[in-house]
Every structure is written in structure tokens, then in C-alpha cells.
């Protein structure tokens, strides 16, 4: 897959993500949910990576820049490695669509090394309000959002709209590392054309990743980049 068939909001996503994890070297990853590999491709280059991902067809064009072990699977996979197998495990855009949330974070503190860090990226549901009301003009959809009833993803389906916290109800293995945001200003901007332009790109992703630690622009992102460590 060539990086030019990536969407230019998934690319900005995927870059603030890989900073605010730049700390990661010399490491063995576990990346669950990995998708189109991209990211898996991209932490490769300096670590020990394994991949696990269910969708078929989305593994027949990913990512093979960079060398990292593709499992075709789901949450069976875990029970296949010992405990603490791992420094750092993955999970982005993932929980919101799975019923089995509990076992996997159970699965996951068992197979990460003590001091190890898990990394979920999760949808946060005043962003998407924002988006709704200011770029989208749904009003319908941002009121059912603010009472409390779940998303829709086209490729994916429902969004299960969860907080951070409830982990530490699922595991009591974990504690809070940092929280960023990520695309507060992305989605926000109406103009679809200037989304292509490269000079535009870099200056949206410089300023987004000026803001993402800032609480008052941080609760108001698309999504938030959570980083437990494991006691």
C-alpha cells in the first residue's frame, strides 16, 4: 500500500500519534487492531512489532515497508502468548467496536511487562458533537451524541462510546500515563479542498500538536490518545 492512498485526516492522525510515542525504541509491540499496518510498518523501523488484525481484505494491501510479524486473527491470539511478553501494546480505534472490551484489557495486563505502556486511541464524544453541529450541520445526530446514545462508523459500524476510566474498572493493573488530543482543528475546517495541500497539512499538524496536552482544546478533539502504564 503507498502512503499517497491514505486519507489526508488518517495521515495527520497517524503522524501525532507516532509523536507522542517518538520514546519508543528498541521495544517489542504488540499492535492489536492494526488495520492497514501503517503503524506497525512505522514502529518496525526501531522495534520488535506483532501485528493482529481479523479483516481479511484489509490485510491484502497493507503496509510491508518495514519488517513485522502479520497474525491474521482477534482476541484468541492473546491466549497464545505468555505473560509479560511485551513492552508496549497498541490498541487504536479499536475498543468502540468490540463487546469483549473487559477480557481483552485483562488479556492485555497479563502479556505486558510490568512498567510497560499500553496505547488506546479512542473517540471522545464532545469532539464528535463539535463536528456534528459545526462542520456537519446534524443537529439530529449531535443531540442523540449528547444524550448519551452511540455513533455510527461507515466502514465499521456502531461507535460504543466509552471513558477512559472504565479500564481501571475492567483491570486494576493499570494507571494513567498522559491524555492527548487529537484533530481539534482537523475536523472543524470546512473547506475539504484545502485538506489536499501539503503546506496546509504540516501547519494543521505543527499546531494541532502545540494544543493536544492543552485541556480546554484537548476535550473538544475528535480523539484522545490515552497512555497507561502497568503498575
Known sequence: MNVENIAPWELLQKKMTWE???????????????????????????????????????????????????????????????????????????????????????????????NGYLSILKHNRAGRVMQMVVLLNNFGHANELLAGENGHAQQFGEINYYDYSEIFKWS???????????????????????????????????????VCEVEEYRSISSFHHVILRKK
Open 20 to 114: 507522542q510515542l517518538k520514546y519508543i525504541q528498541n521495544k517489542k509491540i504488540l499492535d492489536f487492531g492494526s488495520g492497514n499496518g501503517m503503524t506497525a510498518s512505522h514502529f518496525a523501523i526501531d522495534n520488535e512489532v506483532i501485528a493482529i488484525e481479523p479483516n481479511k481484505e484489509i490485510l491484502k494491501g497493507r503496509f510491508r515497508e518495514n519488517n513485522y510479524t502479520q497474525i491474521t486473527g482477534d482476541m484468541k491470539e492473546l491466549k497464545h502468548f505468555e505473560d509479560e511478553s511485551f513492552d508496549v501494546i497498541l490498541c487504536h480505534n479499536v475498543f468502540e467496536y468490540l463487546v469483549e472490551r473487559k477480557e481483552i484489557i485483562r488479556e492485555f495486563s497479563r502479556i505486558l511487562k510490568r
Open 172 to 210: 486494576d493493573k493499570f494507571e494513567l500515563e498522559k491524555i492527548f488530543g487529537i484533530r481539534t482543528f482537523w475536523d472543524l475546517q470546512q473547506n475539504q479542498e484545502i485538506h489536499k495541500d501539503e503546506s496546509w497539512q504540516k501547519q494543521m499538524l505543527k499546531i494541532e500538536l502545540k
